[in-house]
């Protein structure tokens, strides 16, 4: 299949480069809107819209990250066996199912965490599967810089990303 010019096998990477942007912007939406406002501002966050603390604010942040760490390497043996493409795309649906889920459970700090667990859960998966799948569609002599170009969609969502945001305020 032939798209605009491309091999087939250069698909897959402008996929996984979208499905990290994706999994970035899922990542950090939490982060950004979780931030102490700045003082005098009208500016209405998460952390003042429910009175949070520097502990609060911390495991509701940290929450994610357990959930990511536990499932790097269950992830790179989930892709082994069941394909990176299964892996990702669930990935990338669970991740977002719990981001969805987020704004819903933010009043209820526990359910909260446990979303926001979930959401790492399923992002975790995410770089194990593409490493799996960069070793399948890439001849040898290309991996790193298909890696490369792979992660490459990480950078272009946290510039996209700020700038959207604060273009906002």
């Given amino acids: ?13 402008l996929f996984l480069a979208t ?6 912007a ?6 950004t809107t979780a931030q102490v406002p700045p003082s005098g501002s009208d500016v209405v966050t998460m952390y003042s819209e429910f009175n949070w603390d520097g502990e609060t ?12 760490a536990l499932t790097q390497i269950p992830g790179a043996l989930l892709a082994a066996r069941f394909g990176g493409t299964r892996v990702f795309a669930a990935g990338i649906f669970v991740a977002g199912i719990g981001t969805l889920l987020t704004p819903l459970t933010a009043d209820r700090f526990w359910l909260l965490i ?3 667990v979930l959401t ?5 998966v995410t770089a194990p599967a593409m490493a799996a799948l960069v070793s399948t569609w890439t001849p040898a002599s290309e991996r790193s810089a298909t890696f490369a170009f792979c992660s490459s969609g990480t950078q272009y969502q946290s510039n ?10």
Avoid: N
Avoid at 1 to 13: D, F, G, K, Q, T
Avoid at 26 to 31: K, N
Avoid at 57 to 68: I, R
Avoid at 160 to 169: A, E, G, N, Q, T
């Fill in 1 to 13: 299949i032939m798209c605009w010019s491309l091999a087939r096998r250069h698909v897959p990477p």
């Fill in 19 to 24: 499905g990290l942007f994706v999994a970035y």
């Fill in 26 to 31: 899922l990542r950090v939406s939490v982060s």
């Fill in 120 to 124: 790492g859960l399923g992002e975790g």
């Fill in 57 to 68: 604010q911390g495991a509701v942040l940290s929450a994610f990250f357990y959930g990511y």
């Fill in 114 to 116: 446990v979303v926001r």
């Fill in 160 to 169: 996209w990303y700020f700038r959207c945001f604060f273009s906002i305020f």
